[in-house]
């Protein structure tokens, strides 16, 4: 027989619980309660509503979300493109909400990379491949690459390392779509960022294509360590890496964690994926909608709480 916890264990653990480091101490990308409003013609908009999210060092990570659910806005504060009305943002150590618009101009350059949707936005029209991909090096100055000898060489091995080194004397428009977002990704990886943001960067590619994006995606995150967060809603994509976080109304709601698992019986690999909710600081959490509507539960819920988890059951006071 299980025993419940005390009230003194309880508060044990409440202690220990606020004694934990701050929020997003170990993490490259921290979003704590973000919030951003626009105001077009007197209406307001909150494309942010307190969105918290912590990205690691390293991770492949994809977001996705239904349309107007605030993802882009996301990407474009990460991207330095964008200020936040509200909240706080950390990229690398760099405080988003405090940089200067010199500072901004060297994020930008410097700590993150981005590709974006739109293959035409991601390059020039009039360079080729790889003087595309020298350029950001030549942007951000001398101290970053020695002279131009070693910015066409980096540039040929990023486009080597992306499967597109054939595509290196080519204009944007002599190369397919796919070839272009490769090279795009290229551009994004020439000055080493931090962090690749890429929102939608599949979406104008048939699902063979997108595949192979992704697959260029992969080989960044792990020949290069860069830390990826890619948008996306190309289910097959966000099947493919080990968490994506799910947006819903401007705040981060479930989390899909997948990881390989060997079966002991057969010995095959299989891959095991566990949903999770987030939980804020004052203790709130949004269960999915597939999984209260399919309980019947609206408006309260009956808690309860057990040594190891939480029990949330439909509200049964009504029956008594
Ligand atoms: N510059 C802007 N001015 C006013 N409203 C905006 C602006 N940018 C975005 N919004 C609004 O903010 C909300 C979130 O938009 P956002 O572009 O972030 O959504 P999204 O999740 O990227 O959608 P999609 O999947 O369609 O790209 C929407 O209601 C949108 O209309
Ligand atoms: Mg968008």
Same mark, same amino acid.
């Given at each position: 027989m299980t025993t419940n916890p005390t009230l003194a264990e309880l508060a044990d653990r409440a202690t220990a619980s606020r004694e934990r480091p701050a929020y997003g101490h170990d993490a490259l990308i921290t979003c704590d309660r973000l919030v951003r409003i626009f105001s077009t013609d007197g209406v307001e908009v909150q494309a942010l509503?307190?969105?918290?999210?912590?990205? +690691?060092?390293g991770e492949l990570m994809a977001l996705v979300g239904a349309s107007g659910s605030g993802k882009s806005t996301l990407m474009n504060i990460l991207a330095g493109l964008d200020t936040p009305t509200a909240g706080a943002a950390r990229v690398a150590g760099r405080d988003l909400l405090a940089m200067t618009s010199k500072n901004r101009l060297a994020y930008r350059r410097e700590v993150v990379g981005f590709v974006w949707q739109q293959t035409s936005r991601n390059l020039l029209p009039y360079l080729?491949?790889?003087?595309?991909?020298?350029?950001?090096?030549?942007?951000?100055?001398?101290?970053? /690459?020695?002279? +131009?000898?070693?910015?066409?060489?980096?540039?040929?091995?990023?486009?080597?390392?992306?499967?597109?080194?054939?595509? +290196?004397?080519?204009?944007?428009?002599?190369?397919?779509?796919?070839?272009?977002?490769?090279?795009?990704?290229?551009?994004?990886?020439?000055n080493e960022p931090a962090v690749l943001l890429a929102d939608e960067p599949t979406?104008?590619?048939? !699902?063979?294509?997108?595949?192979?994006?992704?697959?260029?995606? +992969?080989?960044?995150?792990?020949?290069?360590g860069t830390t990826i967060v890619i948008v996306t809603h190309d289910q097959a994509v966000a099947g493919e890496v080990r968490r994506t976080?799910?947006?819903?109304?401007?705040?981060? !709601?479930?989390?899909?964690?997948?990881? !390989?698992?060997?079966?002991?019986?057969?010995?095959?690999?299989r891959v095991v994926a566990r949903e999770?909710?987030?939980?804020?600081?004052?203790?709130?959490?949004?269960?999915?909608?597939?999984?209260?509507?399919?309980?019947?539960? /609206?408006?309260?819920?009956?808690?309860?709480l057990e040594p190891d988890h939480i029990a949330v059951r439909p509200d049964d006071s009504e029956r008594d």
């Open positions: 509503q307190g969105l918290d999210l912590l990205v +690691r060092e080729t491949a790889a003087q595309n991909v020298a350029l950001p090096m030549q942007l951000a100055g001398a101290a970053r /690459r020695s002279g +131009r000898r070693a910015r066409g060489e980096r540039a040929l091995e990023l486009l080597e390392l992306l499967e597109v080194a054939d595509c +290196r004397d080519r204009r944007p428009h002599q190369m397919s779509g796919g070839q272009q977002q490769r090279v795009a990704i290229a551009v994004a990886l020439a979406g104008e590619l048939d !699902s063979h294509t997108a595949e192979q994006i992704f697959g260029a995606f +992969r080989t960044a995150n792990e020949r290069l976080v799910a947006i819903r109304d401007g705040r981060t !709601s479930t989390e899909v964690l997948r990881r !390989s698992e060997v079966d002991a019986a057969t010995g095959d690999e999770y909710a987030m939980l804020d600081r004052a203790g709130r959490l949004q269960l999915p909608a597939e999984y209260t509507e399919a309980l019947g539960m /609206r408006d309260r819920v009956a808690l309860e």
